[in-house]
């Protein structure tokens, strides 16, 4: 039986968790959480790694230590936010919100969002400095953004039912279509940042690496880092733990020792094979000559 919040977690670590796995490796498994197949959760897990026997909690461990990872850039953000912009950082959303389309108000009376040039060239809006003079060419062409969003936000929000239905959903697929490419551009980056730091700086990786599986409890931990732990760097586990560690050792040795017999069959068989068909029977002796 699966719980019904596992549902929650679904694209929260997708394929492009490979990614991640690159980055954290074994800091963090390869996961794939899909709730989308038949409306039922999944959770697919590398098989190569050691795992308890509920990976719905191994799985958990892995979005927690994902959230532990957000907190330092959640920090930063909050630091700028106030530094540059005056705000803090749960306000800053809705501020920008404001300056761009007009108060809160207006969006919960179910009115259409609208851009006005003048609200953005007021003292202090945020959206300010970039804002063109209309004399330029860049200028003109957000005036005539402007009164293209104005238009279609009209027509979403007072327009004919088919229309809006028509609207909204594109606006949708649009967005969508953003959001994963946005995704699939940071997950480039975190590769690719995570492979230069690896290569460039292996010390500092390998302490950071320790601190990381050495200081977590054994409950944020999956069971494959805190096997890691326990053999790269001596980490004590506890004995429920390391009983644990060593039955499932044990049972992926024995797997790897499964799938490598039949291999050493298929590549015997043919020689044998072989060597049947160049064998060839004795001849029969010969009878004496008739005198």
Known sequence: LKPFWFKGLNGIIQKRSRCLGRLSIPLMPIVIVDACRRFKPMVIIDPSYRLRSNTYLEALRVCLQCVLLVIPFTILAAFVSELFYGERF???????????????????ALKAPLLDRRRFEQPGNLWRRFVFPVDTIIGHLQVRCFQLFNGISGMAWEGHIAL???????????????????????????SFWSYKFR?????????????YVGTLPEQCLILEQLAFAHEAFGRELSPAVEAEVKRETAARRKQDEAETRPQQTTTTTPTMTASKHLWCPPAPPRSPPVS
């Open 199 to 211: 290569t460039v700086w292996p010390i500092t990786y390998g302490r950071v690496l320790k601190m």
């Open 164 to 190: 809006r239905i028509f609207i909204w959903s594109g606006g949708f697929f649009i967005v969508n279509q953003i959001a994963m490419l946005l995704q699939n551009l940071l997950f480039k980056h975190i």
């Open 90 to 108: 749960w306000v800053l959303p809705f501020r920008l919100y404001e300056d761009a389309f007009g108060p809160l108000e207006d969006l919960r």
